[in-house]
């Protein structure tokens, strides 16, 4: 397992690392993501270059690398979180999984598919089109963004909410929306209250 660190200097690394310090992780589920395991198990390139930004305990992850997926990637700003996860991906030295405790917008790759797991929620709403902007820079050609938005505001931030039709609006420039619907498959404390989606690159 490679791991890799930057310099931090993002605004919220303080607020999220103090949440962690303090076991104060009300958002965590303690689960892979439903809806994302389904899409897990559909896809057949176990070879796919893999990006999971602001990973959290890292669910998603860990449910690709027991199913065989070989080049996976995980960022996170809090240095305490990146610690607990080296220690909880120890068992997979060796394999293609990087674990980089940095700043999201100061990274730099390519990925052909980037999952989207409480991450944009998380961000200042003054970030989005920065966020929409370095996620179309971060994927291949044929890349896909795919994952989870909220579908609702919320009185205390974050998580910062929004609607469908922001999000189409938002991300409509630099991807192809092929699919964007309200969720069937949330977990309880979140049913009618997702969109699963996937976007396409595309535009400039």
């Not at 027991?66 to 394999?95: H, M, R, S, W």
């Not at 919320?154 to 969720?183: D, Q, V, W």
Request: proline letters at 4%.
């Amino acid at each position: 397992m490679d791991t890799q660190q930057y310099n931090n200097d993002h605004p919220d690394k303080y607020f999220w690392e103090e949440r962690w310090k303090t076991n104060d992780t009300g958002w965590d589920m303690r689960e892979v993501s439903p809806p994302l395991k389904a899409y897990i198990d559909s896809l057949s390139n176990k070879d796919i270059a893999i990006l999971i930004p602001g990973c959290g305990n890292a669910y998603e992850a860990a449910y690709l690398m027991e199913n065989g997926f070989t080049n996976v990637t995980l960022i996170d700003i809090a240095p305490t979180l990146v610690q607990q996860l080296l220690k909880k991906f120890e068992k997979y030295a060796g394999q293609e999984l990087t674990l980089i405790c940095g700043d999201f917008f100061k990274h730099q790759g390519i990925y052909d598919l980037i999952l989207e797991q409480t991450f944009f929620c998380a961000l200042l709403p003054s970030l989005r089109k920065r966020y929409v902007n370095h996620m179309h820079s971060l994927l291949s050609e044929e890349g896909k963004l795919v994952g989870l938005l909220f579908n609702r505001e919320f009185e205390a931030s974050p998580p910062f909410g929004g609607s469908e039709e922001e999000y189409r609006t938002l991300f409509s420039k630099y991807f192809k929306i092929e699919s964007m619907n309200n969720c069937s498959t949330s977990i309880s404390a979140r049913l009618g209250y997702e969109l699963f989606f996937e976007f396409k690159k595309s535009g400039s």
